[in-house]
């Protein structure tokens, strides 16, 4: 006769009291939710300011460039409205750490997406990785303001 270890004798007991068998103890987890991004502007009216390493300014222009493009020849109805009101500018005055970049969105989509990262990925997922890695490189931080209005 075979010896059946007692943890074994107690692991199934556990599962026969509780209703549950072996093969179904381990659910399946839960669905990830969709990523939450910190680039949506609420508020009806926002900025990003990009902090750039000044010696990758224009691998940093490059990327904001093809943005641009990807922008214009969106046929996405919330890409294109993005596209009507996103201004991108860069600072004139520049500090020795850093180019600034400033996208302004106004008026800004409410629920839409603003992270360039993500629309290169929608757009042109074979490019998105490059893209994504001359930005890591070139960004020291990026801020974000939403906006309101003065009353």
Wanted: charged residues 20%.
């Amino acid at each position: 006769m075979r010896h059946v270890p007692n943890a074994a004798i107690v692991c199934c007991a556990v599962f026969v009291l509780l209703g549950t068998e072996p093969s179904r103890a381990q659910e399946r987890p839960a669905p990830a939710a969709p990523a939450r991004s910190d680039y949506v502007f609420s508020t009806g009216a926002g900025v990003l300011v990009f902090h750039v390493r000044p010696e990758r300014a224009q691998e940093f222009e490059s990327v904001i460039r093809r943005l641009s493009q990807v922008l214009a020849s969106s046929t996405d109805p919330v890409r294109r409205q993005q596209a009507g009101s996103w201004r991108m500018f860069r600072a004139v005055e520049t500090t020795q750490d850093a180019a600034l970049y400033v996208f302004v969105f106004d008026p800004a989509v409410t629920t839409a997406d603003y992270d360039p990262v993500r629309i290169l990925a929608e757009a042109a997922p074979a490019e998105a990785q490059v893209q994504y890695e001359i930005l890591r490189a070139a960004v020291i931080k990026v801020e974000k303001l939403a906006l309101a209005p003065v009353q």
